[in-house]
């Protein structure tokens, strides 16, 4: 029996196991995705050891095998603290959705015309030599038709020096610059293709060129703005947007000084408007990090159970669109998963049931995609998101080998990982997987391991999830092995007890069964003390 054909109870199973991350029933199909901070509690199936038949050989794994069991009595304490958790959230319901009301940044769902300004270095530090302007222009006209009812209009590449100074560009330049603009009537805004410019800068630009000016951070967040679907993406959009509302602070008292001579006291507060705005920031942020950390504590909860479960977990990572959702679609045969051709379709991080060559059962975790020059601050806000990475058995990274800037793209999210504190035999253990190779002709990988694959047609996926097998039991110590048990004996309804039985042959002919099972290095010690005469057979 193939590995595609999967028992009613495993799958029930597997689906539990993804519901404690992330996944849940819906009236759409069997499996629908909901992400790491949804609660949801395990309830393990039941099953008295040594009851009900074994599968016939080459059936399906049976349920109540696995660490299924194990643990399950002692999660009554962790459930009474997530439901403590659900009470808080109640309680604080009001006071988080307004938290995410209309934020002052929004950028509007209007009709947005726009002029693509990228500031190419000439030489220097700040010169990238794995990437062109041409190149990164393409990148920004991308993100600009990720957004609905944004058009782009005119691409503008500009020589500088310096692209840290205030108005980015010297004088010659920026004069050029400013007359091109103004001859293009039709353009509403201007997206300047540099991380970060001060709120200043960004007034004097909008005077000189009588258009709404945006950078990186702006069209970004908004971006995150318009995908962010769940309470936890909404929260740390939200969050990531503080420090640019404290810039746009400043920049206002400076222009209310200018207009009345100074600082002014709040009715009588004893507090200037820039304290009293500031103070209302302050709160702001403390209570969206508040609200975080409480869905923080729920993730780490269910992360308790899962553990107790004994689900390997897959982490797929890599740069925005190089088509991890559609990968992790290819590997679980997951029909709701819905992958979209744009930047940063994905914001939360949703967990998937696979199953690998030996029936073993795996979640897979979607996670949000990365950016070349994207904000610290936006990475930042992220983080409580990213740290489920961190307690990963695995990290899958997805290439886009058909992209122009793919060693670019590798280097960037090598770089995030590690400023996250990845710990070092996560990153070793890396399994590296080349996609879209069926857009080239005869390719073959030139980095060692790596391997290549296409997950719209599923080219090499065989190869891919044989060995993400043996780095998943490399990586939780747990091995593949057939015993032979006596069926009068204790040892089934142990197996079944302490281990994932995947396949049971009985031989009535002497009452014996053969049974292969995935077990733990700790369990398989024990059985061979418990089961000394047992026959063990090692594949």
């Avoid at 936890?232 to 969050?239: D, F, G, I, R, Y």
């Avoid at 992790?328 to 690998?356: C, M, N, S, V, W």
């Avoid at 979607?366 to 695995?394: C, K, M, Q, R, W």
Wanted: aromatic share 6%.
């Amino acid at each position: 029996m193939g590995p595609g054909r999967l028992s009613q109870s495993l799958l029930l199973r597997c689906w539990r196991a993804a519901a404690a991350l992330g996944g849940a029933r819906c009236r759409a199909g069997p499996l629908c995705t909901r992400p790491l901070s949804a609660v949801v509690r395990l309830r393990a199936p039941q099953r008295p050891p040594g009851r009900g038949g074994p599968p016939r050989r080459g059936g399906p794994p049976r349920a109540g095998g696995g660490g299924w069991r194990k643990g399950v009595a002692g999660a009554s304490e962790e459930e009474e603290v997530v439901d403590e958790l659900d009470e808080d959230e109640d309680e604080d319901e009001e006071g988080v959705e307004e938290l995410l009301g209309p934020s002052p940044l929004a950028l509007g769902p209007g009709v947005q015309r726009v002029a693509v300004v990228h500031p190419a270095v000439k030489w220097g530090p700040k010169k990238s030599p794995l990437t062109s302007a041409e190149l990164q222009i393409a990148e920004a006209v991308a993100l600009v038709d990720t957004l609905q009812n944004w058009t782009v209009l005119e691409k503008i590449i500009i020589r500088t020096k310096n692209p840290d100074k205030k108005f980015i560009f010297g004088k010659g330049n920026f004069q050029i610059l400013t007359e091109k603009i103004k001859k293009l009537p039709h353009v509403t805004a201007v997206f300047l293709n540099v991380e970060r410019i001060s709120s200043l800068t960004k007034k004097e630009l909008e005077d000189a060129w009588g258009v709404k000016v945006f950078d990186r951070y702006t069209v970004v967040l908004h971006i995150f703005r318009c995908n962010a679907r769940t309470r936890e993406a909404k929260l740390q959009t939200a969050l990531a947007e503080i420090p640019l509302l404290r810039s746009n602070l400043k920049n206002e008292v400076s222009q209310l000084d200018q207009q009345r001579g100074g600082s002014r006291y709040i009715m009588g507060s004893g507090e200037t408007f820039m304290e009293t705005q500031n103070r209302i920031l302050k709160e702001k942020e403390l209570k969206i990090r508040n609200a975080l950390e409480k869905l923080r504590r729920k993730r780490s909860l269910l992360r308790t159970q899962r553990r107790k479960r004994e689900f390997p977990i897959i982490s797929v990572m890599g740069y925005t669109n190089c088509g991890k959702t559609t990968l992790i679609k290819a590997l679980t045969g997951e029909a709701g998963l819905q992958p979209r051709d744009q930047l940063f379709a994905t914001l939360d991080i949703t967990a998937h049931a696979g199953y690998l060559p030996s029936h073993m059962a795996v979640i897979y975790i979607d996670t949000i995609g990365f950016l070349t020059d994207l904000p610290h601050n936006l990475v930042e806000s992220f983080s409580a998101t990213l740290e489920e990475v961190a307690y990963s058995d695995l990290i899958v990274h997805v290439r886009d080998i058909t992209h122009p800037e793919t060693i670019l793209q590798k280097a960037t999210v090598l770089s995030v990982l590690k400023n996250l504190n990845i710990p070092s035999h996560l990153l070793d253990s890396m399994v590296e997987v080349h996609n879209k190779v069926d857009l080239i002709e005869r390719y073959k990988p030139t980095e060692e391991n790596a391997l290549a694959i296409s997950a719209l047609h599923g080219h090499g996926l065989e190869e891919l999830k044989e060995e993400i097998e043996k780095k998943i039991l490399t990586a939780t110590g747990k091995k593949i092995l057939t015993v032979s048990v006596n069926l009068e004996g204790p040892q089934l309804s142990w197996l079944y007890k302490e281990a994932a039985v995947q396949e049971v042959e009985v031989m009535p002919e002497d009452g014996t069964a053969k049974v292969k099972v995935i077990i733990s290095s700790s369990a398989f010690g024990k059985y061979k003390n418990l089961f000394p005469n047992s026959k063990i057979f090692m594949p």
